[in-house]
C-alpha cells in the first residue's frame, strides 16, 4: 500500500458520525467500499478543509471497512475532540503520515469570543435541542441580539455552538433550530471488575488512560441527570454519581440493565446543557482557530493562489495552517510535503473562497 495517491477528490455522499471510545464511524447514506469511495488506507477529513473551529474537526486514517455504512480509523489523535454528529466528511489519497502529526491535520477545536458581551451560567439542565435556554446573567442589559454567537462550556474538554434567536426578558434566550447540541462523553467499564448482570441498575465507569485511544473525558464531568448509554441499554439517566476510585465513579441508573455490562465496555453519556455549566456570548465574527489541514493543490489552484496569503511554492499535497495572529490579522502558512502533478482536486478547492 503506497504512503499516498493523487485524489482528493473521491466520492463522499452522506453524512458521518463518530464513536470516540470505538473509533467507529457510522454513515448516513454513505456507500464506504463501493468503487470510487472510501477504501482502508484512504484519510478521512471530519468536516471540510479550512472550515473553521466549528467546521472541521481533523482527519484520521481508515484501518477498515465493516460495509457501506460502516469503518473504523486507526487513532483519533489528529482530532480535536469535538462532537462529531451527521457531518459532511470529505475521503482522500493524501499522506498516512500525516493525521497523527501533532502539526498537521489538526484542529484545535477552540474558539475565543473578542470582547465578550456576557459570561454567565445555567442554573438548570437544558435537553438536547432545546430552543430556550435561561441563563444566571442579564442577557438583554448585556445587549446580546439575534444572530450573536453562544459557546457552551458542556463539559472541560468539549464546547459547542449555537446562535441566538431571539431575547425575552432579562435573562432568557431563544436560540434558532436546531438548538441545543448533544454533547457526549465517552468512557470504559474498568478490566478487573466483574460484569454489571442484567436487572442490576449500577455501573462502575473509569477513565482509560491507557492505548491509542484514551478517553479524553474526566469523571468529574459527569452529573446526575446525564443519560448513559451502553451496548443495547438506552434510555436511561443518572440518578446519583459515586466516586468509587479516583478516576472511577459508580453510576446509580433510573432503570435496570436490560443487557449485561462487561469489563472494558464503552459507555457513552450524553447531555444537553448540564446544571451549572458556563455559558458566553458574542458577536459573529468573534470566533477564531487554528486549523492545520493537508490538501491536493493541483497547478491551476497554484496558479490562484499566486499573489495571494495563500500562495505556494509548488502544487502536491500540502500543509496549510490558517490562524489569527494577537493582533487580529489573519495569517497563513504552507509547507509541501509531496511535490507533484496531476492531483485531482474537488473536495477541497483552492485557494479557499
Request: aromatic share 4%; proline share 4%; net charge negative.
Given at each position: 500500500?503506497?504512503?499516498?495517491?493523487?485524489?482528493?477528490?473521491?466520492?463522499s455522499?452522506?453524512?458521518?458520525s463518530?464513536n470516540?471510545?470505538?473509533?467507529?464511524?457510522t454513515g448516513?447514506?454513505?456507500?464506504?467500499?463501493?468503487?470510487?469511495?472510501?477504501?482502508?488506507?484512504?484519510?478521512?477529513r471530519?468536516?471540510?478543509?479550512f472550515?473553521?473551529?466549528?467546521g472541521?474537526f481533523g482527519?484520521?486514517?481508515?484501518a477498515?471497512?465493516g460495509?457501506?455504512?460502516?469503518?473504523r480509523?486507526h487513532?483519533?489523535a489528529?482530532?480535536?475532540?469535538g462532537?462529531?454528529?451527521?457531518?459532511q466528511y470529505?475521503?482522500s489519497?493524501?499522506p498516512k503520515y500525516l493525521?497523527?502529526?501533532?502539526?498537521q491535520?489538526?484542529?484545535?477545536?477552540?474558539a475565543?469570543?473578542f470582547e465578550?458581551k456576557?459570561t454567565?451560567?445555567?442554573p438548570?439542565?437544558?435537553a438536547v435541542?432545546?430552543?430556550?435556554?435561561?441563563?444566571?446573567g442579564?442577557?438583554?442589559?448585556n445587549n446580546?441580539?439575534?444572530n450573536?454567537?453562544v459557546l457552551?462550556?458542556a463539559?472541560?474538554?468539549?464546547?459547542?455552538f449555537?446562535?441566538?434567536?431571539?431575547?425575552i426578558?432579562?435573562?432568557?434566550?431563544?436560540?434558532?433550530a436546531?438548538g441545543?447540541?448533544q454533547?457526549?462523553?465517552v468512557?470504559?467499564t474498568?478490566?478487573?471488575?466483574?460484569?454489571?448482570?442484567?436487572g442490576?441498575?449500577?455501573?462502575i465507569v473509569t477513565?482509560?488512560?491507557?492505548?491509542?485511544d484514551?478517553?479524553l473525558?474526566?469523571v468529574?464531568?459527569?452529573a446526575?441527570?446525564?443519560?448513559?448509554?451502553?451496548g443495547?441499554n438506552?434510555?436511561?439517566?443518572i440518578?446519583?454519581?459515586?466516586?468509587n476510585?479516583?478516576?472511577?465513579?459508580e453510576?446509580?441508573?433510573?432503570?435496570?440493565l436490560?443487557?449485561?455490562?462487561f469489563?472494558?465496555?464503552v459507555?457513552?453519556?450524553?447531555?444537553?446543557i448540564?446544571?451549572g455549566s458556563?455559558?458566553?456570548?458574542g458577536?459573529?465574527?468573534t470566533?477564531e482557530?487554528?486549523?492545520?489541514?493537508?490538501?491536493?493543490?493541483?497547478?491551476?489552484?497554484?496558479a490562484?493562489?499566486?499573489?495571494t496569503s495563500y500562495?505556494?511554492?509548488?502544487?502536491?499535497w500540502v500543509?496549510?495552517?490558517?490562524y489569527?495572529?494577537n493582533?487580529?490579522?489573519?495569517r497563513?502558512k504552507s509547507?509541501?510535503?509531496?511535490a507533484?502533478?496531476?492531483i485531482?482536486?474537488g473536495n477541497t478547492?483552492y485557494?479557499?473562497?
Open positions: 500500500m503506497t504512503l499516498w495517491g493523487n485524489n482528493d477528490n473521491k466520492l455522499s452522506g453524512t458521518v463518530l470516540y471510545g470505538n473509533k467507529t464511524v448516513t447514506g454513505t456507500t464506504f467500499g463501493v468503487a470510487g469511495n472510501a477504501v482502508v488506507g484512504n484519510v478521512i471530519f468536516g471540510s478543509a472550515g473553521g473551529t466549528t472541521f482527519d484520521a486514517v481508515i477498515s471497512i460495509g457501506t455504512q460502516s469503518l480509523v487513532s483519533t489528529g482530532l480535536s475532540g462532537q462529531i454528529t451527521d457531518i470529505e475521503i489519497e493524501s493525521p497523527t502529526d501533532s502539526g491535520n489538526q484542529s484545535s477545536g477552540s475565543q469570543l465578550v456576557l454567565s451560567n445555567v438548570a439542565r437544558v435541542a432545546a430552543t430556550v435556554v435561561n441563563v444566571a442579564n442577557a438583554s442589559g446580546v441580539r439575534p450573536d454567537r457552551i462550556q463539559a472541560s474538554r468539549r464546547q459547542q449555537a446562535t441566538v434567536h431571539s431575547v426578558g432579562l435573562s432568557t434566550v431563544n436560540l434558532l436546531p441545543v447540541p454533547t457526549d462523553l468512557y470504559h474498568p478490566n478487573n471488575f466483574p460484569t454489571a448482570a442484567i442490576t441498575n449500577k455501573i477513565e482509560r488512560a491507557y492505548g491509542d484514551p478517553d473525558d474526566p468529574t464531568d459527569i446526575a441527570g446525564d443519560a448513559v448509554s451502553v443495547t438506552s434510555g436511561l439517566t440518578s446519583t454519581v459515586n466516586e476510585f479516583f478516576g472511577q465513579r453510576l446509580t441508573l433510573s432503570g435496570n436490560t443487557q449485561a455490562v469489563a472494558g465496555a459507555v457513552t453519556i450524553s447531555r444537553g448540564a446544571p458556563e455559558i458566553k456570548f458577536g459573529t465574527e470566533l482557530g487554528k486549523e492545520s489541514q493537508v490538501v491536493g493543490v493541483a497547478d491551476t489552484g497554484m490562484n493562489a499566486a499573489n500562495a505556494l511554492t509548488a502544487s502536491g500543509g496549510v495552517t490558517t489569527t495572529d493582533e487580529g490579522v489573519a497563513v509547507e509541501t510535503f509531496v507533484m502533478s496531476g485531482s482536486t478547492p485557494p479557499p473562497a
